[in-house]
């Protein structure tokens, strides 16, 4: 069989507590669909076991991109990244080595994997790689709204499955597994096995990425004013907990925008868009001058949107 695993992000303990309630033989492989590492508490764990596994193999995620963009300077490397790092401390070369490896998608007789999307109008070897890696198609500037609006409009036999948007529950939508449920921030950590196309979840031990955010202090690496930023994306976050599904990168870039558009602070009313955007949740926001100021400047920068950590 083939066990396709959803974003793991460094939750060892949960991937393999998933992996001995399926139990495979020496035969079957096992998958991860990328984004192995940032926000849980053990991310050389990880990068190891798939590294080390004979069968294993993973595409890679937007994190990895992340981790090796920001090694060759191209990128400023987001809190989880920062904090990856100095968990993995002299092991961190093995991370960004084994990312080195990692392909855009895996074209497998059972199923295709990918990170995030798949364009369903392009052959495989034209998909662009904002689209693998970030559901981000040529144009969009990150405001496009469901990730997994493609889901709808792909008509091939072949599975796809994908992680990088959170779901509380394993979405179906045709031929298409997203399978990305959250474990790193108290959700689950679920697989798809194939060809059964039977889905299995272990449930998160804690709110792992707030416990790592806690126990690792980022803000002397920080530029000034990043950790209002930060402060503001963490509440963010708890906001977005009150949103219907899905709640993606581009509800909370909305947010952030919003927020930032209010540079004089005050009182904010901010609109957050689901995927339909029929549900709207208007929410009254306090926010300070500076968090304001720190929000425009970060903005601003040419880095911005792949600073934000999502
Ligand atoms: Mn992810």
């Known amino acids: 069989m083939l066990i396709v695993i959803g974003d793991v992000h460094g939750c060892h303990d949960e991937l393999r507590e998933l992996c001995d309630q399926i139990g495979p033989g020496a035969n079957d492989r096992i998958v991860s669909v990328?984004?192995?590492?940032?926000?849980?508490?053990?991310?050389?764990?990880?990068v190891r076991l798939f590294r080390d596994t004979p069968g294993a193999a993973a595409v890679m995620g937007n994190h990895e991109d992340k981790h090796l963009r920001a090694h060759r300077g191209e990128l400023r490397p987001a809190p989880s990244q920062l904090i990856c790092r100095r968990q993995a401390g002299d092991a961190y070369p093995e991370i960004l080595d084994y990312a080195a490896t990692l392909p855009p998608c895996l074209d497998l007789p059972e199923a295709l994997i990918v990170h995030a999307g798949f364009e369903p109008d392009l052959p495989l070897s034209e998909q662009p790689r904002n689209v693998l890696l970030r559901a981000t198609w040529p144009g969009e500037?990150?405001?496009?709204?469901?990730?997994?609006?493609?889901?709808?409009?792909?008509?091939?036999?072949?599975?796809?499955?994908?992680?990088?948007?959170?779901?509380?529950?394993?979405?179906?939508?045709?031929?298409?597994?997203?399978?990305?449920?959250?474990?790193?921030?108290?959700?689950?950590?679920?697989?798809?096995?194939?060809?059964?196309?039977?889905?299995?979840?272990?449930?998160?031990?804690?709110?792992?990425?707030?416990?790592?955010?806690?126990?690792?202090?980022?803000?002397?690496?920080?530029?000034?004013g990043q950790h209002l930023v930060d402060d503001s994306l963490a509440a963010l976050d708890v906001l977005l907990a009150g949103l219907p599904e899905p709640r993606d990168r581009d509800s909370r870039r909305a947010l952030a925008m919003a927020l930032a558009a209010r540079p004089d602070g005050g009182e904010l009313t901010s609109l957050a868009f689901a995927r339909d955007r029929r549900a709207a949740l208007v929410s009254r926001y306090k926010t300070s001058a500076a968090l304001g100021r720190a929000l425009s400047r970060w903005q601003a920068s040419p880095s911005a949107r792949e600073d934000e950590d999502e």
């Not at 997203?178 to 697989?191: Q, W």
């Open 141 to 224: 500037k990150g405001l496009g709204g469901d990730p997994q609006r493609w889901t709808a409009r792909y008509r091939g036999d072949k599975p796809i499955v994908c992680g990088h948007t959170v779901f509380e529950k394993p979405r179906v939508v045709g031929r298409t597994f997203g399978i990305d449920t959250g474990v790193y921030r108290g959700g689950r950590l679920t697989a798809l096995v194939l060809p059964e196309e039977r889905l299995v979840s272990v449930r998160a031990s804690a709110d792992h990425w707030r416990a790592t955010r806690a126990a690792y202090d980022t803000s002397s690496e920080r530029p000034p």
């Open 34 to 46: 990328g984004d192995l590492v940032d926000r849980g508490p053990d991310p050389v764990a990880v």
